[in-house]
């Protein structure tokens, strides 16, 4: 698994996502990728008490721990590396987190519009 060049949607350098909670698909503080990530892990979200209720009624609860995937869930205020599917999908649900552009992989591109993107600059809060 050879993750892509590490550059953002801005076409800059890849920052850090977090690394407290550990995020992204090769558990690197950053949102790489690499043909194996089919999920898109590629947007760097902030997430809010309403993201993280709907990532759970649609299914995938990111606020529960499970220790014993060496995961202790998420929080309002945590950066998680988060797939462009689910963030469009809250986009169009009307609850879509906050962003961190330079540290959203420009693979991101390819499902969430730049535009739509932009909507959720966490530089612009």
């Known amino acids: 698994m050879e993750p892509e060049d590490s550059v953002n949607v801005l076409g800059e350098t890849l920052e850090t996502c977090s690394t407290n909670p550990v995020t992204g698909f090769f558990r690197d503080g950053h949102c790489n990728t690499c043909t194996a990530d089919e999920g898109s892990h590629t947007v760097c979200a902030v997430m809010t008490a309403e993201f993280l209720a709907f990532s759970k009624y ?3 609860d990111l606020s529960t721990p499970r220790l014993e995937y060496g995961f202790s869930g998420l929080k309002p205020g945590d950066s998680w590396c988060l797939c462009a599917s689910r963030f469009m999908q809250a986009h169009d649900e009307g609850c879509a987190p906050m962003v961190h552009l330079a540290a959203t992989h420009k693979r991101a591109l390819h499902i969430a ?3 739509v993107l932009q909507l959720y ?5």
């Open 113 to 115: 519009p730049l535009d």
């Open 58 to 60: 649609v299914g995938n």
């Open 121 to 125: 600059d966490s530089s612009d809060a």
